[in-house]
């Protein structure tokens, strides 16, 4: 059975984890995964990110997408 409360709005998300790497500022920290554009039925629970502490990189341990510190 289709959500009637997603179902219509399918276009304004992305396909969760699409990307393998995501590179963001430390202005955009905390990052967590899956990002809140991300549709919510084919992805894991969401999971904060230590990007900062890891020296600037981080793997989700749910999908694998990799985070990385630009500045």
Do not use: R
Not at 2 to 10: L, R, S
Not at 20 to 25: D, E, N, S, V, Y
Not at 41 to 58: D, L, Q, R, T
């Amino acid at each position: 059975m289709v959500n009637p409360n997603t179902a219509a709005k399918q276009q304004d998300f992305t396909t969760p984890n699409s990307k393998t790497a995501i590179q963001l500022k430390t202005t955009e920290l905390p990052v967590h995964c899956p990002a809140e554009s991300s549709s919510l039925w084919n992805s894991h629970p969401k999971v904060y990110i230590p990007v900062a502490e890891n020296g600037g990189e981080a793997k989700c341990p749910y999908c694998g997408t990799l985070y990385k510190l630009i500045d």
